[in-house]
């Protein structure tokens, strides 16, 4: 039996049913798209023009290099605006200065080295240069200036000292020199970052959890349902706290734990939990961080990542998608050689090689066992494969209350009716549903969650969001109203049919209507009866807009679609067709190429006519038993899709009350018990 599968396609009624090993979870759902039919439009034409990327390292010198010669040439510019603003004042030679003391006109000299700053007596300034290395005095009485014109003007003497004065005289050659230290620094800094990336490149990239860390310290208590991997996975707990328990009596724990299931039930988490109820070091890795384009990087990080666990062992190493790096050697255009290969052989060599490894186990996780290496899965490597099952009703109860704990809820709120209501649900899906609900809530300004923002978020997360702009005409509506309760019908009078919960013709997502349907108790088994009756259900659309509105529209399509896959399914795998007998002419996904089963043509064209021509035969089988159901309840059908229009929305009590009251008994749990 398969996992859980959601079939939505553009302009078309879709049929969900989640399918876990014997229950069936169907939505009927019509799509918006529906009402009208598909026309062809030429679309206009983009062309975008391509430019080579570049190396982002080379970007960054240049980027560095240019942004130094910005700023040295603005501040070349500025120190020059600031030195031509400073050489303003006028400067007069010794012999004009001369002159002027003697005629009297100068009131003060300020010698500062061998700048002279002049004061006049009409309040100008004025600068001159003395001779270098001879007093003031000395030089003015060479120019002929006399002791008695000297002593008349007030002299200064500064001295050349102090911050400023070695500040302006050493700007121009220490800031060109700041520049070009600063330049090569960057430039250094670069090419040191290259090497040691090139250093580092074959460094193992996992993340570790201390175990000291009680912030992201998960334990059993946290992962809910799962009791069977949770005892299978027991012992390695045990092996990690109390080893010498298993040592003394010769018992060796595996080196390998491979956890198998569909996405979102919880691989990771009880990985996580292992190690956080053992008190252990976890390392955490996903697959394709081991593969890299250089051939050897990968198998120098397998190594680097063994060694970091060795250190610190007792550890376990988690690798998440294992399949990324696990696949079968030799298949696809990679060859024999390629990097990937590498990675595998040094992993096999790790888990089982020369060297004993004792304390340090692994764990991997992945959802497609059947594409792995056999010598990955040998025993001595992961030689013990923990199974994960979406979870039944029970399980799916206490993850609710899991992931309930820090939500405040109304007192209406009944998580088993929600369990109840979400069969297919993983782990993952649970979690979305519950907060989506606490969303709902917050965004209508409610300070708890209610039992009704869990139902609506239920249809939110298999769906999509309520289309409230998307308005039906009401030819649309009507159509969607009597496609619905044609599924609706049939699903409450044929006896091996899930029983309806609910109908709505209120647009979400890309649907405008959907029945759910919710088997009365979890199966582990689908009988061939039970698989002819969801074929005839999900005819039901198709059949009634047929026989009611002599035409047909897109919306059908996706249940014509998962009914011929089902009735295929029947005929080629499970060994229901009488005609051809208890063979099961498709493999389990083919040879593994370029990452996918490529499925092989195993038998004739003779068989081929056959397998089609029975299939024809099963859905023309089921077209005739809707149609005669239909044309039998007819007013049941009626009544139906008038309560649709007018409330958009049935629920299962009120949809109960319309069957009884035309004649029709509502399936109860003893109804499926004693079919035969």
């Known amino acids: 039996m398969g996992s859980p599968a959601i079939f939505l396609s553009g302009g078309s009624m879709a049929f969900f049913y989640f399918f876990q090993k014997s229950s069936l979870f169907s939505f009927f759902v019509y799509n918006s798209h529906t009402m009208s039919t598909p026309e062809k439009q030429q679309k206009p034409k983009i062309i975008i023009k391509k430019t080579p990327k570049k190396d982002p390292e ?12 910005i700023i040295f040439i603005i501040l070349s510019g500025a120190y020059s605006l600031i030195a031509r603003n400073t050489s303003k004042t006028p400067e007069v030679p010794l012999s004009e200065l001369s002159t002027d003391i003697k005629a009297g006109n100068v009131t003060s000299i300020t010698v500062n080295g061998d700048s002279l700053d002049l004061v006049y007596k009409n309040g100008d300034k004025k600068v001159s ?7 003031l005095s000395q030089t003015l009485t060479n120019l002929g200036v006399s002791t008695t014109d000297i002593a008349k003007i007030k002299v200064d003497i500064k001295s050349d000292t102090g911050f400023a004065y070695w500040a302006i005289n050493l700007a121009p050659i220490i800031i060109p020199l700041l520049f070009i ?11 040191k970052g290259a090497g040691m990336q090139a250093m580092t490149f074959g460094q193992s990239k996992a993340r570790m959890i201390d175990p000291n860390d009680k912030s992201q310290r998960v334990t059993f208590k946290d992962v809910a349902g799962a009791k069977e991997a949770k005892e299978e996975l027991a012992e390695i707990v045990d092996f990690l706290k109390n080893p010498k328990k298993f040592l003394d009596i010769g018992a060796r724990i595996p080196k390998g734990i491979l956890l198998m299931g569909a996405p979102g039930t ?8 292992v190690a956080g109820e053992a008190g252990v070091a976890f390392f955490s890795i996903s697959g394709s961080e081991f593969v890299e384009m250089f051939v050897g990087v990968g198998a120098s990080r397998v190594r680097d990542l063994f060694l970091m666990a060795k250190r610190t062992a007792p550890a376990i190493i988690f690798v998440d998608e294992i399949d990324a790096v696990g696949r079968v050697r030799g298949v696809g255009a990679g060859g024999g050689n ?56 029970a399980d799916r109860e206490e993850i609710l209350k899991v992931h309930a704990k820090k939500k405040p809820f109304a007192e209406d709120v009944n998580l088993s009716v929600i369990a ?36 609506r978020s239920i249809e939110k997360v298999m769906l999509g969001p309520e289309r409230k702009s998307h308005i039906l005409s009401k030819k649309e509506k009507e159509i969607t109203a009597y496609h619905e309760a044609g599924h609706a019908v049939l699903a409450s009078i044929l006896p091996y049919a899930d029983p309806v919960h609910k109908i709505s013709i209120i647009s979400r997502g890309r649907a405008a209507g959907y029945v759910l349907k919710l088997p009365i108790e979890d199966r582990k088994l689908q009988s061939k009866k039970e698989f002819l009756d969801d074929i005839a259900v999900s005819l039901g659309g198709y059949v009634t807009e047929q026989m009611l509105f002599d035409d047909l529209t897109t919306g059908p399509s996706n249940d014509l679609q998962v009914s011929t896959a089902l009735a295929r399914d029947m005929v080629t795998k499970y060994g229901m067709s009488e005609t051809l007998g208890p063979v099961a002419l498709e493999g389990q996904g083919g040879k593994v190429l370029f990452g996918r089963g490529v499925e092989e043509k195993e038998f004739s064209d003779k068989v081929a006519a056959e397998i089609d021509a029975e299939v024809s035969r099963i859905m023309k089988e089921a077209e005739t038993k809707a149609k005669t159901t239909i044309t039998d309840k007819r007013n049941l059908l009626d009544a139906i899709a008038k309560r649709l229009i007018e ?24 109804d499926i018990e004693h079919q035969v």
């Open 58 to 69: 080379q970007s960054s010198i240049l980027s560095y290099i240019v942004s130094v010669l």
């Open 129 to 135: 240069k003395k001779e270098t290395g001879e007093a």
């Open 181 to 191: 230290i600063v330049f090569i620094w960057f430039i250094t800094r670069q090419v």
């Open 266 to 273: 919880g691989k990771t988490l009880l990985a996580r939990a």
């Open 338 to 393: 390629d990097e990937r290969e590498q990675t595998l052989n040094q992993i096999l060599v790790e888990m089982d090689g020369f060297e004993p490894n004792e304390k340090v186990i692994v764990m991997a996780a992945t959802n497609r066992p059947d594409v792995l290496d056999p010598a990955l899965l040998r025993p001595g490597r992961f030689d013990r494969r923990v199974t994960l099952d979406l979870p039944d009703r």
């Open 420 to 455: 109840e209501r979400t069969p297919g649900f993983s782990g993952a899906d649970l979690y979305s549903l519950m907060n989506e609900g606490a969303i709902l809530a917050a965004r209508e300004n409610r300070l708890k969650v209610s039992q009704y923002d869990l139902i």
């Open 647 to 670: 409330t958009e929305t049935i629920e299962r009590p009120e949809f109960e009350t319309i069957l009884v009251a035309h004649g029709v008994t509502p399936k109860q749990k003893l």
